[in-house]
């Protein structure tokens, strides 16, 4: 019977030519998710290079690409959670901690009042306010064996494991300050929790057990207090505190509003020592 109008089916040769197309169509897809993918994981790997030399860039008199080869070193290639805090010895040693005298101030559980307080006033220096802390701080980073590369996703978390690249930085970093902390130092600790000395916490751990008599007179606690503040100067951790500290430091803790810290953070003409 001839055909002689209206829908005309495809033939074989059509059909294999659809077949084809639609087969071409889904690998350019499959093609330009993966060089995408690519793409994302290779800006993953190359992104943390130029913020840590721009912020260290920030700090006079440093040589910045050298500090960043010796920083890469103690992690790249490594399993991310076997970097213990030694692996940053060459670092602390390629841009040591300088002292601080009288100015030097740590925190536990306080660090964003911290560090709009000393964003503000010049009286006071906390890790995250000189080279390495302020190059490195609120970044991620890790290694992966049999690669070169640097990677900052699919790191390991502060918990997930003791010997993760970030946790040993600042675990080794937070030891290097205390050991040259001197004079009177601060700490600003949270006076809004049960327990203001952790022991578990970065302060009690590391930095209280490297407190050093011979360089360190005094050890100021600010606590820091709230309206419905659970704390105060006589805490039980605190006395736990003072049990620590190297012979010879002597102690004083002042309970001081959250409030009034604010307002010697917006109005830094007044003088530091009015502040608590």
């Not at 000189?130 to 996703?153: A, N, P, R, Y």
Request: aromatic share 10%.
């Amino acid at each position: 019977m001839e055909y002689t109008g209206g829908y005309r089916p495809p033939d074989k040769r059509q059909r294999r030519r659809c077949v084809i197309l639609s087969v071409i169509f889904v690998l350019v897809i499959i093609i330009t998710l993966a060089v995408t993918l690519t793409l994302t994981l290779r800006h993953n790997t190359d992104q943390l290079k130029p913020i840590f030399i721009d912020r260290c860039k920030k700090f006079s008199r440093n040589d910045c690409e050298k500090i960043w080869d010796v920083f890469k070193q103690a992690y790249v290639g490594k399993d991310p959670c076997e970097v213990p805090m030694e692996a940053y010895d060459p670092l602390i040693a390629a841009a040591p901690f300088k002292p601080q005298c009288n100015r030097m101030m740590f925190w536990s559980k306080t660090k964003n009042l911290v560090h709009k307080f000393t964003a503000n006033r010049d009286c006071f220096l906390t890790l995250e306010d000189m080279l390495l802390g302020s190059v490195l701080d609120g970044l991620t980073w890790c290694g992966k064996e049999g690669s070169s590369e640097t990677f900052t996703t699919g790191c390991p978390g502060w918990s997930e494991c003791e010997n993760n690249p970030v946790r040993s930085f600042w675990n080794r970093a937070s030891a290097a300050l205390a050991d040259v902390a001197c004079g009177d130092v601060t700490a600003m600790l949270n006076g809004s929790i049960t327990t203001p000395f952790s022991p578990t916490s970065v302060f009690a751990s590391i930095e209280v057990k490297r407190f050093n008599a011979t360089k360190m007179k005094r050890l100021n606690v600010v606590l820091v207090t709230q309206k419905n503040a659970v704390t105060n100067c006589t805490n039980a951790s605190l006395k736990d505190l003072q049990k620590e500290l190297d012979k010879g430091i002597k102690y004083n803790c002042t309970e001081v509003t959250e409030f009034q810290i604010e307002e010697c953070s917006d109005h830094p003409e007044k003088p530091c020592g009015s502040c608590w």
